[in-house]
């Protein structure tokens, strides 16, 4: 059994797994063993059910720790009950898939097995992935304990998924790939379940703008997008709703955040003043090009066609624009990539663009910047605050970025809205 004397603030994250029975089931071996990858102490629990689709020596070798099923629940050889002990250890208790089985005891508050007793006897958040058959998903006394649960503030809920199901129909009802899975875990540990973005309306700008020369070379800059993608679903596990208005990228928009393609400056300036009047939070962390050529080509020009000397005329300047255009009660916060000092020109940014909030991030130092999934910044503010932020994952800074807006930028700073 766990001894749960001792524990020291630094002390590794727990998060318990509890594995329903389904199909998906097996999806949730990669996760727990990703998640243990990440440094975060795993244990396991598989309902009855879920032992006809995956065994407890499987998830117990991945996780390094038994795996615990109501065999054990029911056994009278622990020194404390074991639904209670393991309510205790946890900082987060994952359940992936939710069956519509589970969900409607959840719902109800019963408690006749090791998982639901365990869900009672904790007080941590509970992320839920569901997965089932698209009729099952879509029955009105589903959708109603879905909602019902999501009332408690305990609970998180993951969107689930469209395309072929296990039973050959098309349509909603998948349970969320493991490495969603994991991202949202990630963000409820740092968090701890708080929903501090609730009635927040996030628009955030992501990737790097493409300025065409003809319809095969262009402009553009080495941004992937991920600082963005990072913010936007940072910002929806903290549940806000989130607008994304991204270049082209080589991820998908998170489900549950409302994606805006876009390519050139000039088509990401049209969507970010399109929707800025119902944003409280706009994040401008695209790479917006400088210039774009002065004549396009709509055919491919010859290599030997290929001018010399390429006129080039200013794009727009999205952020200045979107400084002028904002409300008081909106918060504009700017991404300043730059190489050696760091902090004199995004200060000088953060005045002249009349930012309320920049993020200085070096792109000259290893693992960060540019194409990384890791980041570290320093955050200005107009007030005088600054804050530095050292390496870690993209997520991790766009939590922090959100930490420190909540900090610096309460209600009141923002006009008494």
């Keep these: 059994m766990f001894n749960l004397q001792g524990q020291t603030p630094n002390r590794k994250k727990r998060v318990l797994i509890a594995v329903c029975g389904g199909i998906a089931a097996y999806k949730v071996c990669e996760l727990v063993s990703r998640l243990f990858k990440t440094g975060v102490e795993v244990r396991v629990i598989l309902t009855q059910a879920a032992q006809q689709f995956i065994t407890p020596l499987t998830l117990a070798t991945l996780s390094r720790h038994c795996a615990y099923t109501d065999d054990d629940f029911w056994q009278a050889s622990h020194l404390r009950p074991l639904h209670i002990e393991l309510g205790e250890w946890a900082d987060l208790l994952v359940i992936a898939p939710l069956t519509a089985h589970t969900l409607a005891k959840l719902a109800c508050g019963l408690a006749d097995n090791l998982l639901t007793n365990t ?19 879509a029955q009105v006394a ?28 098309i349509g909603a009802g998948r349970m969320a790939e493991p490495g969603e899975i994991l991202t949202y875990i990630q963000s409820l540990l740092h968090t701890g379940g708080k929903r501090d973005l609730a009635g927040e309306n996030v628009l955030i700008s992501a990737g790097g703008t493409r300025e ?14 991920k600082m963005g993608l990072a913010l936007a679903q940072a910002a929806m596990h903290r549940g806000a709703k989130v607008t994304l208005v991204h270049s082209p990228a080589s991820w ?28 409280t939070i706009i994040i401008m962390s695209a790479a917006v090009a400088d210039v774009k050529p002065k004549d ?6 010859p290599k030997r066609s290929l001018p010399s000397c390429l006129p080039l005329e200013p794009v727009p ?32 940014k953060l005045e002249s663009k009349n930012l309320d909030v920049i993020v200085a991030n070096p792109i000259d130092q290893p693992e960060s910047g540019f194409g990384s999934d890791n980041n570290q910044a320093v955050f200005l503010d107009k007030q005088g605050n600054q804050t530095e ?13 959100f930490d420190f807006l909540g900090l610096f930028h309460s209600e009141p700073s923002r006009g008494g809205e």
């Excluded at 869900?119 to 998903?137: E, G, I, Q």
């Excluded at 589903?142 to 129909?169: E, I, K």
């Design 296 to 301: 396009y080509s709509t055919q491919k020009l």
């Design 142 to 169: 589903v959708r109603r304990n879905w909602q019902q649960l999501l009332t408690d503030s305990r609970y998180h809920g993951m969107c689930v998924g469209s395309g072929l199901l296990a039973c050959d129909r």
């Design 252 to 279: 998908e928009v998170p489900l549950g955040v409302k994606g805006i393609p876009v390519v050139s400056a000039e088509s990401m300036d049209g969507a970010m003043k399109s929707h800025l009047q119902d944003a």
């Design 119 to 137: 869900v009672l006897a904790s007080s941590c958040p509970v992320l839920l992935a569901p997965a089932m058959n698209t009729d099952m998903w």
């Design 212 to 225: 065409y020369i003809d319809p095969v070379r262009f402009i553009g800059n080495p941004s992937t997008g």
């Design 317 to 348: 300047d999205i952020i200045a624009e979107l400084a002028q255009l904002k409300q008081p009660s909106q918060v504009l916060v700017g991404f300043a990539a730059q190489t050696g000092d760091i902090i004199t020109p995004a200060r000088a």
């Design 389 to 401: 932020v050292l390496l870690g994952s993209k997520l991790q800074v766009a939590h922090c970025l």
